[in-house]
């Protein structure tokens, strides 16, 4: 059993039971920066699922070189990890809906478009997210390829790159080629620091955030989660604010399988 829940008796409320699914975490075991195992996935599902999700879907990161993940693996990991939960104690936690990916947009990234190899969140969105610490090099151009090849582009955590912190100029570009932006849960408690904080609140009032996403990585994250489950402000946003998580089209999830 993992201690945080012990010495932290505080559950999750289901504040994000309006969300329904959650289009962004990293569950699958021992693949990235994520959960690094069935237990821990398990641990932090139970808390996604206290808090209102009703159905999730992993999106392990592929990112060279750091993050090597190959479709075809993956998918076969995720068969595994349903397997390995039919023997476990797998009850309170979201239906598992599947597995895409969020896709770094690196140096690998142009020849993935060429393929078009990509696993979708819903069978209809790619996940992307770049750097935290340089901007992509030849933006234009990978939007405009993708756009040609008519994928409905998701950008994770906007508010998180320090060097769109200070201008809003460039989100606007990005919007304005037509991509959805996804919010982390976790940024409106401050857990990335007080700039994306408020960057994330700014962009959601501006009416620029379609999706809400945990980002869930491990225990430490899901103690958070509890903890924005009990924030007013947070609370007061859900209300106030309408997001598209729950009509992203489980039936087109190239996986589908239900433990
Ligand atoms: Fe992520």
Redesign the pocket.
């Known amino acids: 059993m993992f201690s945080f829940l012990k010495s932290k008796p505080k559950t999750a409320i289901p504040t994000f039971a309006s969300l329904g699914v959650d289009i962004?975490c990293?569950m699958l075991p021992g693949v990235d920066d994520g959960s690094k195992s069935n237990e821990e996935s398990l641990a932090c599902l139970r808390v996604m699922h206290d808090a209102g999700f009703e159905r999730v879907i992993c999106?392990p990161?592929y990112q060279y070189p750091r993050f090597p993940n190959e479709e075809s693996d993956i998918l076969h990991r995720y068969d595994n990890m349903l397997l390995d939960f039919k023997g476990m104690d797998a009850k309170g936690i979201p239906q598992m809906k599947g597995v895409a990916g969020?896709y770094r947009v690196d140096s690998g990234f142009a020849d993935r478009i060429k393929k078009e190899q990509f696993l979708l969140v819903g069978g209809k969105f790619l996940l992307t997210?770049f750097s935290l610490h340089q901007q992509v090099i030849g933006l234009d151009q990978v939007m405009f390829d993708l756009q040609m090849k008519n994928y409905e582009v998701i950008l994770?955590h906007p508010e998180r790159y320090p060097y769109y912190s200070s201008s809003s100029q460039a989100l606007q570009k990005l919007k304005d080629m037509g991509v959805y932006f996804q919010i982390n849960i976790l940024s409106l408690i401050g857990f990335y620091g007080e700039g994306s904080r408020r960057k994330a609140f700014e962009m959601i009032e501006k009416g620029w955030v379609e999706f809400l996403g945990t980002?869930m990585h491990n225990t430490l994250y899901a103690q958070a989660l509890i903890d924005a489950s009990h924030d007013k402000k947070v609370i007061k946003l859900l209300e106030k604010h309408k997001f598209l998580n729950s009509q992203v089209d489980s039936d087109q999830v190239i996986k589908t399988k239900t433990i």
Request: proline share 0%; hydrophobic share 10%.
């Open positions: 962004h990293h999106t990161h969020e997210e994770a980002d």
